[in-house]
């Protein structure tokens, strides 16, 4: 079970628009009964655009991102945003302040966010393709050695060794493994 009080704090600055947007949205799924972390990061080996997050909510085990793009940001780089951290989480959501024309994901539920209302448009799509050999590769060298479960006898391996067999083996847990391990559990 996800422990929401091991969830590490962001290192990046909040974007002063992002703010109002983020609080509104913490208090909307608190009250549905979300652990809503706002400014959270996943402990990983590296990349900040899959660490630093503007919202985690935790629900029954699952982790949702809601990535947060305000009318002065650029909504476009919302897809690469989640194509880089799906493997981690099991539902995206984009939240804006405006009516896009595009929305840059299919995979991920909408919300707008106006005048301290939260509409949430389209649910997302459950993320639950098998995680890639990169995203194993974000991970410490530590975590693929947990993964592997075998401390002793996997120490001399590369971390790309580490992670081929990590994929090679019973992969039915891995992302629930993953998970845990990234959320610092």
């Not at 992002?18 to 609080?23: A, D, G, H, R, V």
């Not at 993964?147 to 847990?173: C, G, H, P, V, W």
Request: aromatic share 8%; hydrophobic share 40%.
């Amino acid at each position: 079970m996800i422990n929401p009080k091991y969830i590490l704090k962001s290192t990046k600055r909040i974007g002063k628009y992002e703010t109002i947007i983020i609080n509104n949205l913490q208090k909307y799924f608190s009250k549905l009964g979300y652990h809503a972390i706002p400014h959270a990061r996943f402990d990983i080996a590296w990349g900040s655009i899959l660490s630093d997050l503007d919202l985690l909510l935790i629900k029954d085990d699952q982790l949702i991102l809601v990535e947060v793009k305000s009318s002065k940001d650029n909504l476009a780089r919302a897809r690469k945003q989640i194509e880089a951290i799906e493997d981690f989480v099991d539902k995206v959501y984009i939240a804006t302040d405006y009516e896009p024309k595009k929305w840059p994901s299919r995979k991920a539920g909408r919300i707008i966010v106006k005048e301290n209302a939260v509409n949430i448009i389209k649910e997302p799509k459950i993320l639950d393709r098998e995680p890639r050999l990169k995203t194993l590769l974000v991970l410490r060298k530590s975590s693929l050695s947990s993964l592997l479960m075998s401390f002793d006898s996997e120490n001399n391996l590369s971390k790309y060794q580490m992670a081929k067999k990590i994929q090679q083996s019973d992969t039915r847990n891995l992302k629930k493994n993953i998970k845990q391990i990234i959320t610092c559990q």
